[in-house]
């Protein structure tokens, strides 16, 4: 299970800093792809997305809840179960909540 605060990819302007390493960056674009999805709708239940597992040769897709008690998204792959938790998203440039 992988456990990320989102703000710890971002540079002082909110964004993910391009001088990163690559996989860091695709980590932190990957995140920021379930935060994005799931706040969409903010506060829904567990939901299905389109979002493919991040896994080399999975062909899942990512399952998304939020725990509104404490704001973290928690993400689960369809096919393989990787998973992970997902804090630090509120106010980010992904934070779709009205």
Not at 36 to 44: C, F, G, M, S, V
Not at 64 to 88: A, F, H, K, L, P
Request: aromatic share 8%; charged share 30%; net charge neutral.
């Amino acid at each position: 299970m992988f456990i990320t605060t989102l703000t710890h990819f971002l540079n002082e302007e909110g964004n993910i800093p391009q001088e990163m390493p690559k996989e860091a960056r695709e980590l932190a674009s990957f995140t920021a792809l379930i935060v994005d999805e799931a706040t969409k709708d903010y506060p829904r239940p567990k939901t299905s997305t389109g979002i493919r597992c991040r896994k080399k040769k999975c062909t899942g897709t990512i399952d998304i809840t939020i725990d509104t008690g404490n704001e973290v998204i928690e993400w689960q792959c369809t096919t393989c179960n990787e998973g992970g938790r997902i804090s630090g998203w509120q106010g980010s440039k992904w934070d779709n909540r009205k």
